[in-house]
Nanobody, 123 residues
């Protein structure tokens, strides 16, 4: 299993970004996928999950509104659109494959993780 995240970078407050995560080594459409983020000195934080067929996107309460998760099963890719970025969004963003039936928001539900992509937002 490989998850390759990309799309991060240094942006200004108010900008938008679309992160991508390309998956390989498994039947992508069979698995829910999620995005998390981790800021320096903080715990990994759940952002959103989407099921294998692309339905039922679920967001952490604090992430609703500016974040949109989507996927393209023909490209084995999951996306995270982030709008109106603020310096508080600065973090490493990770994609993950859900393979354990714990809560969607729990990192313990995810065994396979991408390497992360750094998002830095300047004010």
């Amino acid at each position: 299993v490989q998850l390759q995240a990309s799309g991060g970078g240094l942006v200004q407050a108010g900008d938008s970004l679309r992160l991508s995560c390309v998956a390989s080594g498994f039947n992508f459409w069979n698995y829910g996928m999620a995005w998390f983020r981790q800021a320096p000195g903080k715990e990994r934080e759940f952002i959103a999950h989407i099921n294998g067929l692309g339905g039922n996107p679920y967001y952490a309460a604090s992430m609703k509104g500016r974040f949109t998760i989507s996927r393209d099963n023909t490209k084995s890719t999951v996306y995270l659109q982030i709008n109106s970025l603020t310096p508080e969004d600065t973090a490493v963003y990770y994609c993950a494959r859900r393979s354990i039936n714990y809560a969607l928001e729990s990192p313990d539900s995810y065994v396979d993780w991408g390497q992360g992509t750094q998002v830095t937002v300047s004010s």
